[in-house]
């Protein structure tokens, strides 16, 4: 019932930007938290960027100062605004919803070549 759809994704050469979205469809109870995963191939999925109802935000380490993440807690969205690039940052990026339940997107790919 409840669904996650991911959209933005896409090829961008180093240096550049893009801008990843997370609409959810369904009804759910008070979010608490939302986050952007991302998987390369070979590797663990690991944390991004979250941020929670409050608006307490976090960034990992390889990517603060670079991306930026913001939510609508009305409509149950979640965006990253990622800039300046890097080839390392090339994986399936997924979205997170929690309220006493865990939900996932499917995934957006995001490719930056050299």
């Known amino acids: 019932q409840v669904q996650l759809v991911e959209s933005g994704g896409g090829l961008v050469q180093a240096g550049g930007s893009l801008r990843l979205s997370c609409a959810a469809s369904?009804?759910?109870?008070?979010?608490?938290?939302m986050g952007w995963y991302r998987q390369a191939p070979g590797k663990q999925r690991e944390l991004v960027a979250s941020?929670?109802?409050?608006?307490?935000?976090s960034y990992a380490d390889s990517v603060k100062g670079r991306f930026t993440i913001s939510r609508d807690n009305t409509k149950n969205t979640v965006d990253l605004q990622m800039s300046s690039l890097k080839p390392e940052d090339t994986a399936i990026y997924y979205c997170?919803?929690?309220?006493?339940?865990?939900?996932w997107g499917q995934g957006t790919q995001v490719t930056v070549s050299s």
């Open positions: 941020i929670t109802r409050t608006g307490t935000i």
């Open positions: 997170n919803f929690k309220d006493y339940r865990d939900f």
């Open positions: 369904g009804r759910m109870f008070t979010i608490t938290l």
